[in-house]
T-cell receptor, first 114, second 111 residues
Framework: GAGVSQSPSNKVTEKGKDVELRCDPI?????LYWYRQRLGQGLEFLIY????????KSGLPSDRFSAERTGESVSTLTIQRTQQEDSAVYLC????????????FGPGTRLTVT | RKEVEQDPGPFNVPEGATVAFNCTYS??????FFWYRQDCRKEPKLLMS???SGNEDGRFTAQLNRASQYISLLIRDSKLSDSATYLC????????????FGAGTRLAVHP
């Protein structure tokens, strides 16, 4: 079946502009995660959604970052007033959220802020 | 101290070699442990879960030492296709499926 998809695959933006990244999880997966991965670095947790529960936003680095998810479907990660340090790959993952810890990752969005 | 620590490597080994990676974690209440693999410019994918009794999947063996809070991955008879970054992953014990990823250990297998 279809895996996690993300769009766009690449995004180049000018410093100060807003960007919106999209994630389509695997159908039926109630848990959805956003991560950031800078070049040569590990995955940095950003935010977690589980069903209709309040999201865990503890990983968001600043108030310029926000994310939404409608029900158990698409999620969008928005970065306002982008800075050069926001340049990274933004990865989305989903899981069944029922005890399985395996997360299925999308291919990521490579964001470059010039 | 980082929640999950790994030697970044790189480990450069010839084909056929046996190589082992270790990983330490700081939260003694963590319950679930995994190794993920990430190829260059690709997304991470689950390689194997790590069970208390140790487990093996073909050429790969994972071990868990709760007392010392470390996890290991052993790869036997290395193949060129094993070249990748191996991520040690620990379940955060806060009650949901939040995974904490190590920064990864890079393996390069050469002919």
């Amino acid at each position: 079946g279809a895996g996690v998809s993300q769009s766009p695959s690449n995004k180049v933006t000018e410093k100060g502009k807003d960007v919106e990244l999209r994630c389509d999880p695997i159908s039926g997966h109630t848990a959805l995660y956003w991560y950031r991965q800078r070049l040569g670095q590990g995955l940095e947790f950003l935010i977690y959604f589980q069903g209709n529960s309040a999201p865990d936003k503890s990983g968001l680095p600043s108030d310029r970052f926000s994310a939404e998810r409608t029900g158990e479907s698409v999620s969008t990660l928005t970065i306002q007033r982008t800075q050069q340090e926001d340049s990274a790959v933004y990865l989305c993952a989903s899981s069944t959220g029922t005890g399985s810890h395996e997360q299925y990752f999308g291919p990521g969005t490579r964001l470059t802020v010039t | 101290r980082k929640e999950v620590e790994q030697d970044p490597g790189p480990f450069n080994v010839p084909e056929g070699a046996t190589v082992a990676f270790n990983c330490t974690y700081s939260n003694s209440a963590s319950q679930s442990f995994f190794w993920y693999r990430q190829d260059c410019r690709k997304e991470p994918k689950l390689l194997m879960s790590v069970y208390s009794s140790g487990n093996e999947d073909g050429r790969f063996t994972a071990q868990l030492n709760r007392a010392s809070q470390y996890i290991s991955l052993l790869i036997r008879d290395s193949k060129l296709s094993d070249s990748a970054t191996y991520l040690c992953v620990v379940n955060w014990s806060g009650g949901y499926n939040k995974l904490i990823f190590g920064a990864g250990t890079r393996l390069a297998v050469h002919p």
